[in-house]
């Protein structure tokens, strides 16, 4: 067990959590969700992400939803902060070791289809690891070879799918493409990335999959689409723009998630 899973274990109890939840860019609010919370600073958690990204929170919460027992990451570390893929890593193996059997995801993205307009959800029905970087590397056992077919749950996408129809959410589902950031993309590089087959770009999610995958828990994706690809609408694109166009999406993952949740 990592030391941060006994800290953990000894602020909020024994008991195993059923999922967690990391946030995205704007998306922190989520953590209102949860009843009966307790929370604990990432800088207490041993290898939980130090840095941070404007938008994003830095606290690990517990608590219940939906009638399970959820831990909330209210922030992640991205590839682009100290460039290691695998900065996720100690924080989902803890995840793991709490007896968590799903990892929900949450970002924000830009949006290669016209028709995925800000504002949407898409659901990642599959990735794209464009920034080409892996957080298996250096991982010495077998176990580094995880299959990546159906990385993206389909029961679980298939229940998002329906969950979204009964709330009378738009749920777009697609192909998440992941670029290593901090830069936004050119122009060039979203009529590539369109292309190529993706749906959004993103700067984070793909690395947590992995890692997610290769520690055996079951994962769901889910982008909040704050702007259209980089030369695809008159807009200018910057980290303002996701700030401002994030609660967009997040009312609408309000609704959606704790529904998923009590399906899990
Ligand atoms: N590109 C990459 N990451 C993003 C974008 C984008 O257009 N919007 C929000 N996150």
Known sequence: MTKAAKTIRAA???????????????????GDLLTDRITIPFSDLKGFPEGGVSGHGR??????????????LTGRQHYYEQGDAAAMRPAIATLADLGAKTLLLTNSAGSLDPEIVPGELMVLSDHINYAGMNPLIGEETDRRFVNLVDTYDPALRAASVKVAEKLGITL???????FSGPTFETPAEIRMARTLGADAVGMSTVPEAILARFFGLSVWACSSVTNMG??????????DQTKQMAPLGAKKLNALIPELVAQL
């Open 12 to 30: 909020a109890g024994k008991a195993p959590i059923d999922a967690a939840l990391i946030l995205g860019s704007g998306l922190s609010r989520l």
């Open 59 to 72: 606290d690990l919460l517990v608590g219940e939803m939906a009638g399970k027992r959820i831990a909330i």
């Open 172 to 178: 777009r589902e697609g192909v998440y493409m992941w």
């Open 230 to 239: 980089a030369g695809m609408a008159s807009e200018t694109i910057s980290h």
